[in-house]
């Protein structure tokens, strides 16, 4: 083949590994897009799932709470079993500070706005003081005091108790949308990637073709 020939065919050759590289360069682009994307859906999936499980405890921790404020009424005519439940009564008020705090930063760092945890968490305080205001009002010799203590915070807890169930409920939809949205733009992102990888390798096919038919027609010339 002679020189001018070969000066021929040279743009062609430069074409197809040209587009041979390319092909390349979109299946490894790709691959880390869809490693990137996949790995930021998993970290905010467990990032969500951990607000969930501190909303929970949270929930268990409140439930506890109130329960011991009862105990604290049924059983809390002798010092000792006063004493008892009224100490795990703080314990659970404590872990549900605890859990408001920490779900407080959680969510900061999934950048929800629309959820007042420190709201939430004053209105617990809060109650915290009525149940104590209300406990210094009790006559213990009086078997109606306990009915009279209740009676002064009776409710308040209720609101409380779902407002902190809500949140829980919001982590859940939150990962439901997330794992919808993550199929819905990996779907997206592979018939865009599909269609590129097909219009490069049919361009790719066609360049080596002509390739191949230009050879052939030197060779023989």
């Known amino acids: 083949m002679?020189?001018?020939?070969r000066a021929h065919l040279l743009p062609v050759a430069a074409i197809v590994s040209l587009l041979v590289l390319l092909l390349?360069?979109?299946?490894?682009?790709?691959?880390s897009l869809t490693h990137t994307r996949a790995a930021a859906a998993v970290?905010?999936?467990?990032?969500?799932?951990?607000?969930?499980?501190?909303?929970l405890e949270t929930q268990v921790n409140f439930k506890t709470q109130v329960q011991e404020w009862k105990n604290i009424l049924l059983r809390g005519h002798r010092p000792d079993d006063f004493a008892r439940h009224l100490a795990s009564f703080e314990q659970r008020e404590a872990a549900v500070q605890a859990g408001l705090t920490s779900m407080k930063g959680q969510l900061?760092?999934?950048?929800?706005?629309?959820?007042?945890?420190?709201?939430?968490?004053?209105?617990h305080r809060t109650l915290g003081v009525d149940y104590r205001?209300?406990?210094?009002?009790?006559?213990?010799?009086?078997?109606s005091?306990?009915?009279l203590v209740d009676a002064a915070v009776r409710g308040?807890?209720?609101?409380?108790?779902?407002?902190?169930?809500?949140?829980a409920a919001t982590a859940a939809k939150a990962a439901a949308h997330d794992v919808r949205v993550a199929a819905e733009n990996?779907?997206?992102?592979?018939?865009?990637?599909?269609?590129?990888?097909?219009?490069?390798?049919?361009?790719a096919v066609l360049a080596a073709l002509w390739l191949v038919f230009l050879a052939t027609r030197t060779a023989r010339a």
Request: charged residues 20%; glycine residues 4%; proline residues 2%.
């Open 133 to 143: 205001a209300a406990l210094a009002t009790w006559k213990r010799e009086d078997p």
């Open 186 to 203: 990996a779907a997206s992102l592979y018939a865009a990637l599909r269609k590129a990888v097909f219009i490069i390798a049919t361009l």
């Open 156 to 167: 308040r807890d209720r609101q409380l108790g779902t407002d902190v169930d809500a949140l």
């Open 108 to 123: 900061a760092a999934l950048n929800f706005t629309d959820t007042d945890v420190e709201a939430l968490a004053a209105v």
């Open 145 to 147: 005091g306990a009915f």
């Open 2 to 5: 002679s020189t001018p020939a």
């Open 43 to 55: 970290d905010r999936q467990n990032r969500l799932d951990a607000v969930r499980t501190t909303a």
């Open 24 to 31: 390349g360069a979109t299946g490894l682009f790709t691959l």
